[in-house]
């Protein structure tokens, strides 16, 4: 347990004298796996990328000892004991677990945002973005995978997924086990957030009062608010690679290596046939006997792909990259951005530090893992809501509606805002309690797409997610934004105190009393992402242009027969 280490994150123990035991407690769940410090020069499958695909990856193909397994990872191995505590997911920003990317400017929103930029993270270690997000459980819509099977991913339909949905999960409620749609001794522990917060009962006491149901949204039913479960071990995130790596650790078959930069994958004859990559200062090549596997997400596996010469061609000649197959990679580009509409609560409740900081509350936390310190994130709610009346039977929403306790340090340091921005509408509240609620479409129309700065691998990518290009994205969100305003000026969240704000967001001021353009003026100010983005590498039907690999992931569209690759 390395104490200073812990001390340089900046999370609010720094110096808190309950910082050693607060470490020792969390010790107790082993957060990462022993990497490996050699390597062969040949296995039989290489895995590029240690987050969540590929630590799942890495530990179901090495379940067969007839086979070899290298799995590299850019980011460490090492992600520090305080990363396990789930209120503390976004004190990670900007460090070492993070790539730190931000998009290009876009054109149909971030008027209010730093040079028009949306902060973009990104998990780099081993877990990946699963040492970064809210550990939120949920499963998707049934509708959507079904699409994808009717669209030419065969095979991918949602019964054809549901029984891996069963298998990765330990559920630790009973109420949830016996609804029939969860299972229990799958490798990802699932329980209920070990924290309620003052907000809470209101916010579901309004839904009922506005007609909303309380759902299992991994259940029967999406549509509708949750009592919602989340990725957490005993109150400790359980990240991908405390599920799946820590466990396979000690199998002769399996190398981990972290640390280890992928520049390209090795191509012959338009088969993947190894990866380049850098370790410990040295540039090495390794070698797959039968499939290179590339898991290192939405915006980095595009990069590789493209810098390898899988890509647009007239993009890759422009960096004189030779071109092994013109295909469509780091086009469709989806995420469901967020808009936020910021609340006050009365002083009375502290606010999010102050919990945190409270020794009684760190105390409780070492003990009996429960408390503020056990929040997920501090989220307290939200719901899958469908902007259009739509039949009873169908379950198929369009936007979803986030509420969570906030910091200003959050809106000053993670949203990306202009400084004048925040000095109008949030710094007369940062020293109080607020919360915020997030609208996120679901259904993304507008398409992005990733593309390289430069042929040097260190390079970030370019990323755009092109939001609100269509314009019915941005009419979702402000539906959400509505929905957000019904709840939180509700009621039972007037019992409590909460109020919106009174400032006004910077150019928006000829809007106030008009709900609708008011709302479009925040959402065309700034947007966040929650970090769903998908599309890049799109798995369809090997005739469908717009598809780079066929529903088999095992070739690209127009390569040659399969046998190696990825």
């Not at 999370?11 to 107790?28: C, D, E, I, K, N």
């Not at 092994?324 to 469901?336: K, R, S, T, Y």
């Not at 959050?410 to 940062?430: C, M």
């Given at each position: 347990m390395d104490i200073a280490a812990e001390m340089a994150?900046?999370?609010?123990?720094?110096?808190?004298?309950?910082?050693?035991?607060?470490?020792?407690?969390?010790?107790?769940?082993?957060?990462?796996p022993r990497p490996a410090t050699t390597f062969r020069e040949e296995y039989d499958y290489i895995i590029v990328g240690g987050g969540s695909a590929g630590s799942t990856l890495a530990n179901r193909l090495s379940e067969e000892l007839c086979v070899s397994v290298l799995l590299l990872e850019a980011g460490t191995a090492n992600p520090p004991l305080l990363n396990d505590i789930p209120s503390l997911g976004r004190n990670f920003w900007f460090t070492n677990l993070d790539w730190q990317f931000k998009t290009v400017p876009q054109k149909h929103t971030g008027a209010g945002l730093i040079n028009r930029q949306v902060i973009w993270p990104s998990g780099k270690g081993l877990g990946g973005s699963s040492l970064l997000n809210a550990m939120l459980y949920v499963r998707g819509n049934r509708k959507n995978y079904d699409d994808w099977a009717a669209q030419g991913a065969t095979g991918w339909s949602f019964n054809d997924v549901w029984p891996y949905f069963l298998k990765l999960e330990d559920n630790r409620d009973p109420e949830y086990l016996a609804n029939g749609y969860h299972a229990t001794r799958g490798p990802i522990t699932v329980e209920r957030p070990r924290y309620q917060s003052e907000i809470k009962s209101p916010i579901l006491e309004a839904a009922q009062k506005l007609g909303y149901r309380i759902v299992d949204s991994n259940a029967a039913r999406q549509t509708g608010f949750n009592e919602f479960q989340c990725t957490v071990r005993n109150g400790q995130r359980c990240s991908t690679a405390k599920?799946?790596?820590?466990?396979?650790?000690?199998?002769?078959?399996?190398?981990?290596?972290?640390?280890?930069?992928?520049?390209?994958?090795?191509?012959?004859?338009?088969?993947?046939?190894?990866?380049?990559?850098?370790?410990?200062?040295?540039t090495y090549e390794v070698r797959a006997r039968r499939e290179?596997?590339?898991?290192?997400?939405?915006?980095?596996?595009?990069?590789?792909?493209?810098?390898?010469?899988?890509?647009?061609?007239?993009?890759?000649?422009?960096?004189?990259?030779?071109?092994?197959?013109?295909?469509?990679?780091?086009?469709?580009?989806?995420?469901?951005?967020?808009?936020?509409?910021?609340?006050?609560?009365?002083?009375?409740?502290?606010?999010?530090?102050?919990?945190?900081?409270?020794?009684?509350?760190?105390?409780?936390?070492?003990?009996?893992?429960?408390?503020?310190?056990?929040?997920?994130?501090?989220?307290?709610?939200?719901?899958?809501?469908?902007?259009?009346?739509?039949?009873?039977?169908?379950?198929?929403?369009?936007?979803?509606?986030?509420?969570?306790?906030?910091?200003?340090?959050?809106?000053?340091?993670?949203?990306?805002?202009?400084?004048?921005?925040?000095?109008?509408?949030?710094?007369?509240?940062?020293?109080?309690?607020?919360?915020?609620?997030?609208?996120?479409?679901?259904?993304?129309?507008?398409?992005?797409?990733?593309?390289?700065?430069?042929?040097?691998?260190?390079?970030?990518?370019?990323?755009?997610?092109?939001?609100?290009?269509?314009?019915?994205?941005?009419t979702i969100v402000v539906e959400g934004m509505k929905t957000c305003q019904r709840i939180a000026t509700s009621e039972p969240m007037r019992k409590i105190g909460a109020r919106p704000f009174k400032t006004v967001f910077p150019g928006c001021e000829e809007f106030v009393g008009d709900e609708d353009s008011y709302f479009t003026c925040i959402a065309r100010g700034g947007v966040v992402t929650l970090s769903h983005q998908v599309g890049t590498a799109k798995m369809g039907d090997p005739k469908d242009p717009t598809t780079v690999v066929d529903p088999l992931l095992s070739k690209t569209r127009d390569a040659q027969p399969p046998g190696g690759n990825g």
């Open positions: 994150y900046p999370t609010p123990f720094r110096a808190s004298p309950l910082l050693p035991l607060l470490l020792l407690s969390l010790a107790s769940q082993r957060n990462a599920a799946y790596l820590v466990p396979a650790e000690n199998r002769k078959n399996l190398d981990i290596l972290a640390g280890a930069h992928v520049r390209k994958v090795i191509l012959h004859r338009r088969r993947a046939e190894g990866v380049q990559f850098d370790f410990q200062n040295t290179v596997i590339m898991s290192a997400g939405t915006t980095n596996t595009a990069q590789l792909l493209m810098l390898s010469g899988i890509g647009p061609k007239e993009h890759l000649e422009k960096f004189k990259i030779p071109v092994i197959a013109d295909l469509p990679v780091g086009n469709n580009f989806q995420d469901h951005c967020s808009a936020l509409v910021p609340y006050e609560l009365p002083l009375e409740i502290p606010p999010v530090l102050q919990k945190l900081t409270d020794p009684q509350n760190i105390k409780e936390y070492i003990y009996r893992r429960t408390g503020p310190l056990a929040a997920a994130e501090f989220l307290s709610s939200f719901a899958f809501l469908n902007s259009r009346p739509v039949s009873p039977h169908t379950d198929f929403p369009d936007y979803q509606i986030y509420f969570a306790e906030i910091t200003k340090e959050i809106v000053q340091q993670q949203i990306g805002l202009r400084p004048e921005v925040y000095s109008a509408v949030f710094a007369p509240y940062e020293n109080g309690t607020m919360f915020a609620c997030l609208s996120q479409m679901l259904q993304p129309k507008s398409r992005g797409t990733v593309r390289l700065q430069s042929a040097n691998p260190y390079d970030p990518p370019v990323i755009d997610p092109n939001y609100f290009e269509n314009p019915e994205d941005l």
